[in-house]
């Protein structure tokens, strides 16, 4: 079935270094979401990618949809230690049933000041 | 106050033992989702829906069974065929299935010993 994938599972930096994280699909996808979840919380929404190679910035994060819309990423400039916590991206995952959303296995962030 | 709330937090239960994950929106959303999250496995569609009486498997449906009586409900009842329900379980809502964010509930963590 319809897979979606990030990369790296973790990713530790010093505060003030870069950060990116990179999703890829099996297929093209319609848009594709992106979330944050802190520790010991729930996912919450950070934005949303319909476009072929659109570009959205967030503050110091900035995300990319691919000119295929089958890959994604997240940038973060300058981390802080408030961008601890683990991003997921998703997108539409379509089955003979109907359509939901899919996630990936997202990317923990551990940031060291 | 708008929003979706998972009952209880934490839930202890004894092996062999059904138990039901109660989630309720006061969004108007017409899509509910139930997802499992384990370490390292990012966020696992169990069901969905998408409208009032109508729901459909995810990717790890068995041993788990949902209703969708009402558009503000969405219970989730892990059986004792569940091989391994200890888990964290998170609810979510979108106002259609795949095009807008969804919105989650605080989680569930569900121990059986």
């Known amino acids: 079935g319809q897979q979606v994938m990030q990369i790296p599972q973790y990713q530790h930096v010093q505060e003030g270094e870069d950060f990116t994280t990179y999703c890829n699909s099996s297929?093209?996808?319609?848009?594709i979401q992106w979330y944050k979840q802190r520790p010991g919380g729930h996912p919450v929404f950070l934005i949303q990618?319909?476009?072929?190679?659109e570009v959205k910035k967030q503050k110091r994060l900035t995300f990319q949809f691919g000119e295929a819309k089958k890959n994604s990423s997240l940038h973060i400039t300058a981390t802080q230690t408030t961008d601890v916590g683990t991003y997921f991206c998703?997108?539409?995952?379509?089955?003979?049933?109907?359509?939901?959303?899919?996630f990936g296995k997202g990317t923990t962030l551990s940031v060291s000041s | 106050d708008g929003g979706i709330t998972q009952s209880p937090k934490y839930l202890f239960r004894k092996e062999g033992q059904n138990v039901t994950l109660s989630c309720e929106q006061n969004l108007n959303h017409d899509a509910m989702y139930w997802y499992r999250q384990d370490p390292g496995q990012g966020l696992r569609l169990i069901y969905y829906?998408?409208?009032?009486?109508?729901?459909q498997k995810g990717d790890i449906a068995e041993g788990y069974s949902v209703s969708r009586e009402k558009k503000e409900s969405f219970p989730l009842t892990v059986t004792s065929a569940q091989k391994n329900p200890t888990a964290f379980y998170l609810c979510a809502s979108s106002k259609d299935s795949v095009n807008t964010e969804a919105f989650f509930g605080q989680g569930t963590r569900l121990t059986v010993v």
């Open positions: 829906s998408q409208i009032v009486n109508d729901f």
């Open positions: 297929t093209t996808l319609s848009n």
């Open positions: 990618l319909v476009k072929s190679g």
């Open positions: 998703a997108g539409p995952s379509l089955n003979q049933a109907g359509t939901a959303l899919i």
